[in-house]
């Protein structure tokens, strides 16, 4: 997975071993052309969590979100990179880690209130794990994503956000949160194809299968359907697709991957071109 070197982050010197490379698969989001709203990242690998802390320290990171579980279908998708118990301690080259504090905050979200210390320093990070969110697929909760960019979004940015591999779930829920932040403050609406192209410009596959892209319509119409903006008889057509194509993937009881296909036969079209590429070409 290709890290785009003008908007990744790059790490400072320490004084130790671990701390001597500046390379990190992370890119900033500067999505208000002044400072950075997020960090995209892949998450920690054996061989990265230290460098991960160092970012966290570095950027004075106050929330980090979690779109991933550790295991997910057998599979290890990311490193246990910080203390999952009350009270428990990690280490991490000169990084110390502290769980002052765990709760759930609602069913597949639970929150934690992380102490970092270093070179006798300390700082405090709030880390929020939605561990229900299945990879290359979609939740069937809608509007929880907004909920969990909500409490994030109450921390100073930049707020670190990441997945397995930092582009999928993670593309989703920050693609979400910039449309939302869009439509409320612009008159003009984007499309969201305009959105997403304008994220890969900032990280490689941002978005990464076409159920996501549906996804995050799918959020925007409850939203909207929420407060009353539309009503509900607009949307029935496009819903009852929406359902069908989750639907047939279920059932298909196989990868995402093999199965979008067949799901996408239905009234709802996606202009697959965004999907061609992993990035659109500098300007």
Request: one cysteine or more; hydrophobic letters at 35%; charged letters at 25%.
């Amino acid at each position: 997975m290709v890290c785009f070197d003008h908007t990744r982050v790059t790490l400072q010197s320490g004084d130790s071993l671990e701390e001597t490379g500046d390379y990190i698969h992370a890119n900033y989001l500067h999505l208000d052309k002044t400072k950075a709203n997020y960090i995209a990242c892949q998450a920690p690998l054996p061989t990265t969590i230290c460098d991960f802390w160092r970012m966290i320290w570095q950027e004075n990171v106050q929330a980090i979100v979690m779109l991933c579980d550790i295991i997910e279908c057998g599979k290890k998708k990311c490193e246990e990179y910080f203390p999952t118990a009350s009270n428990r301690m990690m280490s991490f080259g000169n990084f110390s880690l502290t769980s002052q504090k765990q709760y759930e905050i609602e069913k597949g979200l639970r929150g934690n209130e992380i102490e970092i210390m270093y070179k006798n320093e300390t700082k405090k990070v709030m880390h929020f794990h939605w561990y229900s969110w299945p990879d290359k697929g979609v939740p069937d909760n809608y509007l929880m994503c907004l909920r969990v960019m909500n409490k994030a979004m109450v921390c100073k940015p930049p707020i670190v956000v990441h997945c397995s591999a930092g582009v999928g779930r993670t593309g989703t829920i920050v693609t979400i949160d910039y449309l939302m932040c869009k439509l409320q403050k612009e008159s003009t609406t984007p499309t969201l194809k305009s959105i997403v192209l304008e994220l890969r410009d900032c990280r490689h596959k941002f978005v990464q299968v076409d159920l996501q892209y549906l996804y995050i319509h799918r959020v925007i119409l409850s939203y909207a359907l929420q407060k009353g903006i539309i009503n509900g008889e607009s949307a029935v057509l496009w819903l009852e697709d929406y359902n069908a194509a989750v639907h047939r993937l279920a059932d298909a009881d196989t990868s995402v991957k093999k199965a979008r296909k067949p799901a996408l036969k239905s009234r709802i079209m996606l202009n697959k071109s965004i999907y061609d590429t992993g990035s659109v070409k500098k300007k």
